[in-house]
């Protein structure tokens, strides 16, 4: 595979909605993992697109939400598995809307946005995500960024996207973190900034989000904002995803290895071992870029 190729197969997933961070309904659920596959060369898309500009326009997306930062924001409710939309959803979710709930305000943005039991309506969706957003709510805050960057209902604009994704960021909210990463990595609404990137997918990552530890991985693998390609590093990332059924790492491992030597390998295979462990991404690759900085 060469690395026009690696660049190209980024994961490209771009969700408003948090499988798993905030409730698990499969009406709901478009925050899952998929990745693009490999496209001719600058003709990479996604459902959610996002311009990738390293020089040579490639196309890619971003995945959103989540965040590391001091801003005020509403917190999460508990994952729930429930469906949102059983039986008269308008009925079940307005009234609370009206009386301020910010979760039910969430829920109707998107039912109108997607004409989820009720006429399409992308100003009514979007009117409902800000009250949601305005709230400090994090999923509404990357929905309203996902509409700007998608030009949805509003005339697109990467920089009210950015400001938006940066907003839910900044509360901790990984899928938010990931595409502010994406952002930053393709130049989109913003200087391009790998070092951001690698700070942002870093964040998300450490929360177990895989889709910006496979992009952090491919960070280290092609050596962007950094003096050259880290093969140790992008091993410890991508292996224990390539355990967990990833495709996309599946792919690039097989790229990888034959390309380190005996020695790489077992450093990436203690690498690895250390980022499985719960919380320890962020320790394990501060301990080995030590290492191999001396």
Not at 22 to 39: G, R
Not at 216 to 243: C, F, H, S, T
Not at 263 to 281: F, P, S, V
Request: charged share 20%; hydrophobic share 40%; glycine share 10%.
């Amino acid at each position: 595979m060469t690395q026009e190729r690696f660049k190209m197969q980024r994961t490209t997933v771009f969700a408003w909605w948090v499988a798993g961070s905030v409730l698990m309904a499969s009406s709901m659920a478009f925050a899952a993992e998929p990745v693009e596959k490999a496209k001719p060369k600058h003709t990479e898309k996604s459902t959610h697109h996002v311009k990738k500009d390293e020089k040579k326009q490639v196309k890619k997306a971003v995945v959103g939400a989540a965040a590391v930062g001091a801003a005020a924001a509403t917190a999460l409710p508990q994952a729930k598995t429930e469906d949102l939309y059983a039986g008269d959803g308008l009925g079940r979710w307005l009234p609370k809307a009206e009386k301020g709930d910010v979760f039910a305000q969430y829920v109707l943005g998107h039912m109108y946005c997607v004409g989820q039991g009720v006429p399409k309506d992308a100003a009514q969706g979007l009117s409902w995500y800000q009250k949601a957003a305005d709230q400090g709510f994090a999923p509404g805050q990357l929905a309203i960024g996902t509409l700007y960057y998608n030009g949805e209902g509003v005339k697109q604009d990467y920089s009210l996207a950015a400001k938006w994704f940066r907003l839910a960021a900044d509360t901790g909210y990984d899928r938010a973190q990931s595409n502010l990463a994406s952002m930053y990595f393709s130049g989109s609404g913003m200087t391009q900034d790998y070092g951001q990137a690698m700070k942002w997918y870093r964040a998300a990552a450490v929360q177990g989000y895989a889709p910006a530890q496979y992009n952090l991985g491919l960070m280290y693998l092609e050596g962007n904002g950094m003096p050259k390609p880290d093969l140790v590093a992008a091993y410890g990332l991508l292996r224990p995803l390539v355990e967990q059924g990833n495709a996309a790492a599946t792919v690039a491992m097989k790229d990888l290895s034959p390309k380190m030597t005996e020695a790489q390998i077992t450093q990436g295979q203690n690498l690895a071992a250390k980022i499985r462990e719960k919380n320890r991404l962020n320790a394990a690759l501060d301990d080995y870029e030590k290492v191999a900085s001396r």
